[in-house]
C-alpha cells in the first residue's frame, strides 16, 4: 500500500515558475518509479516526467528544457520544477507510482490544480 499527496500548485502568469512535490507513504520499497501526469478540461490524462528508482529520468517533448522530475531518495518525496510556463501547460497535475503489479502505473494522488495565465 502505498499513499501519494501532492502540493506546490497555484496560479502563475505565462513565463513563471512553479515547483510541485508528492510525498509518498506507505510501503516505499515496493516502489519502482514515480510520475507525473497531468490532465486539462476536456483532454485525456497525459504523461509529463517520471524517474525511476535509480534516478534515471524523462521529460515529454514539449516540457524539456523547462521541467525538471527529481527525487529525495531516503523520503521518496519526488519534486516536479516547472520553468517558463505556459497557458497549455494549465491542468490537473497527478503523481503516481508503479509497484511492479502489471499497470504502469498503480497508485496516485488526488492531484493538485496548476493555472497558467495569459
Known amino acids: 500500500q502505498v499513499q501519494l499527496v501532492e502540493s506546490g500548485g497555484g496560479l502563475v502568469q505565462a513565463g513563471g515558475s512553479l515547483r510541485l512535490s508528492c510525498a509518498a507513504s506507505?510501503?516505499?520499497?515496493?516502489?519502482?518509479?514515480m510520475g507525473w501526469f497531468r490532465q486539462a478540461p476536456g483532454k485525456e490524462r497525459e504523461f509529463v516526467a517520471k524517474?525511476?528508482?535509480?534516478?534515471?529520468?524523462d521529460v515529454r517533448d514539449d516540457a524539456k528544457g523547462r521541467f525538471t522530475v527529481s527525487r529525495d531518495r531516503a523520503s521518496y518525496t519526488m519534486y516536479l520544477q516547472m520553468n517558463s510556463l505556459r497557458p497549455e501547460d494549465t491542468a490537473v497535475y497527478y503523481c503516481a507510482a508503479d509497484t511492479g503489479t502489471g499497470l504502469e502505473f498503480d497508485y496516485w494522488g488526488q492531484g493538485t490544480q496548476v493555472t497558467v495565465s495569459s
Open positions: 524517474i525511476t528508482r535509480s534516478g534515471d529520468t
Open positions: 506507505g510501503r516505499l520499497f515496493s516502489i519502482f518509479n
